[in-house]
């Protein structure tokens, strides 16, 4: 009896791993009724659709089959111009946009500077599947957002002879590439040369810069230097395809309202979106958008994949397999039925059945509390091991060094989930290019900003707790305090005091005019206070800060609208033998100070330019980068200065 139990274990595993993985397959794609159901050699599967009334209703899944200028036809998001090269369960792949600019030697001579968006499709964002590439020898490229307020991304490609060059690698020396932020719906790019290419004209006339799926394009060397733009272009827009992610957001999420998904399907949440897709139920096939989309699978016609060699019986999402009367065994398996020996046999048959059932049961009990076990011994192993890459034993020996127990907080991965809903959705009160921050309630009841950070370099712990350290010590009224840390996350997690009253950037473009406070008195005391916090941070602490992404948008403003200067993220520790610090360039268009950006020498000098472009904001209400400028007064710090030159500073005055 025991060897027949182990048999039955070592089989019913392997077809439940089966089944669990049928469950996960693609299901058939099923266009609406009475819909077209293709474009060319591409299926369109509903929610998506080809024409009216053939998409899902509320979202931005209409689709446009150009038979008319294409042969054979090709299909487009909406009524636009990116073409769509194929449709799955969650993402789609559309074509890609290249910018470029071709010098000769008396300079710049052609060129194509371009834009994606797809925020006005609110169920489509760029994948961070994709990756920004720049070709060229002489050549640099940002990537930024709608407002362009914020580098989201960009890289150098430089060289200076042919031989540099190697196939097959952006590592910088005539391509690079770089990342982009998760839920991005518009990009701008902005490509430019250092010398227009006059030092490298020889064999490299142009530089590119475009988006595409990590993987798609491969850099030929010096063949993709010296090609001609027309023909460089074409091959990058017919081999470089763009990744959207794509989710239905117009109902919310599966439990808060009601979802799009038919019966016998499932809704779940996607992570990262506030959107939910459906999928087919164990059992079943179709499309679950549908009504009536998700069949169920007859299992006895598809041997191959749910085996049986008895009698098989289909039932609703799923299928019974047995020996045949007679017999007793694994009828899921090749001789798996063994015959029945014996005028007993039918009593030994059913006390055999009684004890693999019992003694199923207490395996899969046995299995299932050795799994729970394991799992938190993993997870707390997990938790003291991110604590240790952190540098939390460091902090807890300064900590304890400088006795400063009162001044920083050690909290618990417990403690800040239930402080924020497990980090929920609605508990989101502000993103950047270092984060996410979220609005908690600690169990004292204290309401606290709490600042879940991107992933960082591991060997920079000591660097980070000893900043940290010096943070705590930073008491001034108008800078944010910092309560405390998490390092038991992947990446540490800040604890600020919370300030509730939104920021300057919002009060100055979203409410000017409407707000009784804003008087030029208050503006003037505003502006006093938020350098009176950076001359506290340049000159009055033990270790000096240059905060490097001073804006508006950083300012943030209390109940009684007091100025506190918030986000340290890109801040830097000043050695005091130190006049300039050289470092990666980082702020945000429209602040960032010019002479930073050419020499990547920081100072002190770098917040001051970046607050005269706030104080700007101020006086003239106008936004640091303004679309509704011509070009050469595009920025606010150019277009301030001209109109006090040609005496038009009243004019500019809000």
Not at 67 to 88: E, W
Not at 253 to 262: M, R, T
Not at 522 to 540: C, D, I, K, P, Q
Not at 591 to 615: A, H, I, R
Request: aromatic share 10%; hydrophobic share 35%.
């Amino acid at each position: 009896m025991l060897l027949y139990f182990m048999l039955f274990l070592f089989n019913i595993v392997p077809l439940t791993m089966a089944l669990g993985t049928l469950e996960g397959a693609t299901t058939n794609s099923i266009a609406k009724p009475g819909c077209q159901t293709k474009c060319g050699d591409i299926t369109v599967p509903y929610p998506f659709g080809i024409g009216t009334n053939c998409s899902l209703e509320g979202v931005s899944f209409n689709l446009t089959c150009d038979d008319t200028n294409y042969d054979p036809p090709k299909l487009f998001i909406g009524d636009g111009n990116l073409q769509v090269y194929n449709i799955s369960d969650s993402e789609l792949r559309i074509s890609t946009i290249v910018s470029y600019q071709c010098y000769n030697q008396s300079g710049y001579v052609d060129g194509y500077t371009s834009y994606t968006s797809v925020s006005n499709l609110g169920d489509f964002t760029f994948s961070s599947k994709n990756k920004f590439t720049v070709v060229g020898c002489d050549d640099y490229a940002l990537i930024s957002d709608v407002y362009d307020e914020y580098f989201s991304g960009g890289c150098f490609a430089l060289c200076r002879e042919e031989g540099e060059v190697a196939n097959g690698e952006c590592s910088g020396i005539g391509c690079c590439q770089s990342s982009i932020p998760k839920n991005l719906t518009y990009y701008n790019v902005t490509l430019d040369s250092l010398n227009d290419h006059s030092n490298v004209i020889s064999f490299n006339e142009c530089g590119y810069g475009f988006l595409g799926e990590e993987g798609s394009f491969e850099f030929r060397g010096v063949s993709d230097l010296s090609a001609n733009s027309s023909e460089f272009v074409s091959r990058i827009e017919s081999t470089t395809p763009i990744v959207l992610d794509w989710v239905i957001k117009h109902n919310g999420s599966c439990i808060s309202k009601v979802n799009e998904c038919q019966g016998d399907s499932l809704c779940y949440d996607v992570q990262g979106f506030d959107g939910y897709r459906c999928n087919c139920t164990k059992g079943y096939e179709g499309n679950p958008y549908l009504d009536q989309g998700c069949q169920d699978i007859d299992e006895c016609k598809d041997h191959e994949t749910f085996p049986c060699y008895g009698n098989c019986i289909n039932t609703v999402g799923s299928y019974n397999c047995t020996c045949p009367p007679g017999y007793f065994g694994h009828a899921n398996i090749s001789d798996g039925c063994q015959p029945v020996a014996g005028k007993d046999s039918k009593f030994r048959s059913t006390i055999f059945m009684i004890a693999i059932v019992f003694g199923l049961f207490a395996t899969l009990s046995g299995i299932v509390g050795i799994c729970f076990g394991i799992r938190r011994r993993k997870l707390i192993k997990l938790r003291e091991k991110f604590f240790e890459q952190n540098g939390g034993v460091l902090l807890k020996q300064k900590i304890k060094s400088q006795g400063s127990h009162e001044a920083m907080t050690l909290f618990t991965t417990e403690q800040l989930r239930k402080a924020t809903d497990n980090y929920s959705q609605e508990n989101i009160v502000g993103k950047g290019g270092y984060g996410v921050v979220y609005k908690g309630v600690l169990s004292d009841k204290r309401v606290v900003a709490i600042k879940k950070s991107k992933l960082v370099d591991a060997s920079q712990a000591e660097q980070f707790i000893n900043e940290v350290m010096i943070l705590t010590q930073v008491i001034h009224r108008n800078v944010v305090k910092l309560l405390g840390c998490c390092l038991e996350e992947e990446v540490p997690v800040l604890v600020y005091e919370f300030i509730s009253n939104n920021t300057l950037f919002h009060h100055i473009h979203h409410k000017l005019g409407g707000v009784h406070w804003l008087s030029w008195e208050n503006r003037l005391r505003v502006a006093t206070e938020a350098a009176s916090a950076l001359g506290y941070l340049h000159s009055e602490i033990t270790m000096p800060i240059i905060h490097r992404d001073v804006k508006s948008t950083n300012i943030l403003l209390d109940e009684n609208y007091t100025a506190k200067i918030a986000d340290f993220g890109a801040s830097r520790l000043v050695p005091l033998d130190h006049e300039q610090v050289p470092t990666l360039i980082q702020g945000t268009l429209g602040y960032l100070d010019p002479e930073y950006f050419n020499s990547s020498q920081l100072t002190e000098k770098s917040d001051v330019y970046s607050f005269g472009v706030v104080l700007a904001e101020l006086i003239t209400g106008k936004k640091p980068i303004g679309a509704d400028r011509i070009n050469e007064e595009k920025s606010l710090a150019t277009y301030f200065i001209k109109s006090i030159k040609e005496n038009r500073l009243f004019e500019v005055v809000t």
